[in-house]
C-alpha cells in the first residue's frame, strides 16, 4: 500500500500536467512532469498517457537507479533525463519538460530568447540555456540537458522543446510560461524592429535585488 505522501504528490503532478496542457503549453501525447519525493525517489507522469485527463493513477514513482516501483505504470521515455537533473542539481525538486509553440521556435533557429524585454522574465528566467540535439529518450539527451541544467534553470532543447526547472512544480511551471511570453515578446518586437531593452544598470539592480 502506497504512503498516502506519495499519492499526494501522484496528484500534484497530474495536476500540473493537466494545467500544462489546458495552458496549450503541450500536446495530448507530448511532454512531461516530475518531483523529487525524497534523495532516493521522484514521481513521474507516464507514458502514453492523455495529458489532459491524466490521473494519479498515472503518475509513476521512479527509484534513482530507474527503476519503476509502480507495476503496470510504463515511465516516460525522458525518466532518465528527469533523473540526470536531479543527480547533477540538488537543488531542484522539479521539471516540466513541455512543447510550447513560441519558444519552441527559438529551438529550432539560431536566434535567442530576448530575457532582457522586460524585468519579469529577466528575474525569472534569466538567460535561456540552449542544449544540443540528441535523440529523445537517449542517453545522450540526458547528458545534453543536464549539462546544460548546469548552467541556467531554463533550457531550450534543439529541435525538440523547452524544460524547466525549480524548487517547486510552481517555480518551474511558471518558468516555462515566462519563457513562452518572452519568446512572443522578442518574435514581436522583431517583427516590428523596435525594442527597448534593460540597460546593464537596470539588469545588475535586478540581479542583485531578486537573484
Not at 498517457?49 to 493513477?57: E, F, V
Not at 537533473?85 to 519558444?103: E, F, G, L, Q, T
Amino acid at each position: 500500500m502506497q504512503k498516502e505522501s506519495d499519492v499526494s504528490i501522484k496528484k500534484e503532478v497530474a495536476q500540473w500536467m493537466r494545467r500544462l496542457y489546458k495552458k496549450g503549453l503541450t500536446t495530448s501525447l507530448g511532454g512531461n512532469i516530475s518531483k523529487r519525493i525524497d534523495k532516493n525517489r521522484i514521481a513521474i507522469t507516464a507514458s502514453e498517457t492523455d495529458k489532459g485527463k491524466i490521473k494519479a493513477a498515472q503518475i509513476a514513482i521512479v527509484n534513482m537507479d530507474g527503476t519503476c516501483v509502480d507495476e503496470g505504470v510504463k515511465i516516460s521515455m525522458e525518466t532518465d533525463m528527469h533523473l540526470s537533473i536531479y543527480k547533477s542539481r540538488p537543488d531542484v525538486n522539479a521539471i516540466v519538460h513541455a512543447h510550447p509553440v513560441m519558444s519552441s521556435a527559438f529551438a529550432v533557429m539560431n536566434r535567442e530568447v530576448n530575457a532582457k524585454l522586460l524585468a519579469e522574465a529577466y528575474t525569472i528566467i534569466g538567460e535561456p540555456i540552449k542544449a544540443a540535439y540528441e535523440l529523445p529518450g537517449s542517453p545522450e539527451l540526458a547528458n545534453s540537458v543536464s549539462t546544460a541544467a548546469l548552467k541556467g534553470d531554463v533550457i531550450l532543447m534543439a529541435n525538440h522543446g523547452v524544460l524547466a526547472i525549480g524548487e517547486s512544480l510552481l517555480k518551474a511551471f511558471d518558468r516555462v510560461e515566462v519563457l513562452e511570453n518572452a519568446a512572443k515578446m522578442t518574435w514581436m518586437t522583431n517583427l516590428l524592429n523596435d525594442a527597448n531593452e534593460l540597460s546593464q544598470q537596470q539588469l545588475q539592480l535586478l540581479h542583485l535585488n531578486f537573484k
